[in-house]
C-alpha cells in the first residue's frame, strides 16, 4: 500500500494498537515516519560518532562506517524493513514531502563525511587521488547506496557484506589508496 497511502488507522491495525494509541503517541504520518527512521538510524549515527572519536585513521574509519551500515542492514531485520520501507514504500507527496528533505539531508551528510574522509586519509598518507574528494565521495556513496537497493531489492540474492567490502576497497585502490 505505501506509506503515502496508509492511514494512521491501517498502521495501528497492523501494529496491533488502537488507532487512539497511535494518535497519542504521533501528530501525524510524519512525526510517526521519523520516530521510526530514528529508531533505525541513532545507533548508526552514535556509530559514527564513536567512530571518529576513536582517533582510527580516517580510511580504516570510512571502510569501518561503510561495512558497519551494510552489516546493520544485513543482519537486522528491523533494520533492513525501516530501510526497505523508506526507500521503496514512500511517495515524497503531502504530508510526507518532509521525509523528502530528511533523506536529502541524510543522504548529504553522509556524503561529506565520506569527502572528509577521504580527504584526510589522502593527506594522512600522502595520496593523490584519481580524483577530487567530492567527486570521489559521490561514486564512493553511489556503490554503498547502489548495493544496498540492489540487495534490498533482489531479496539478499547475495552476501551484501562481501560484496561491498570487496567493491568498496576495489575503488579506493582505484582512487590511489595502498590497503593491506
Not at 94 to 103: F, I, K, M, S
Amino acid at each position: 500500500k505505501g506509506v503515502a497511502r496508509a492511514s494512521l488507522n491501517d498502521i495501528a491495525q497492523a501494529a496491533g494498537a488502537t488507532r487512539g494509541a497511535i494518535y497519542w503517541h504521533f501528530k501525524d504520518k510524519l512525526d510517526l515516519f521519523n520516530a521510526m527512521m530514528d529508531r533505525v538510524t541513532l545507533p548508526l549515527d552514535q556509530a559514527t560518532e564513536d567512530d571518529d572519536a576513536s582517533g582510527a585513521p580516517p580510511l580504516d574509519r570510512l571502510r569501518h562506517l561503510i561495512d558497519f551500515v551494510q552489516r546493520s542492514i544485513a543482519h537486522d531485520d528491523r533494520t533492513r524493513r525501516v530501510f526497505e520501507i523508506a526507500l521503496y514504500r514512500v511517495e515524497y507527496v503531502n504530508e510526507l514531502a518532509g521525509v523528502r528533505d530528511r533523506h536529502i539531508e541524510g543522504c548529504s551528510g553522509f556524503q561529506a563525511q565520506i569527502e572528509r574522509n577521504l580527504s584526510l586519509a589522502a593527506q594522512e598518507l600522502h595520496v593523490t587521488m584519481a580524483l577530487d574528494a567530492k567527486t570521489a565521495a559521490i561514486g564512493l556513496r553511489a556503490i554503498f547506496e547502489g548495493l544496498m537497493q540492489s540487495w534490498l531489492l533482489s531479496h539478499a540474492s547475495f552476501d551484501l557484506v562481501a560484496v561491498s567490502k570487496a567493491s568498496v576497497d576495489t575503488y579506493l585502490r582505484g582512487l590511489g589508496f595502498h590497503l593491506a
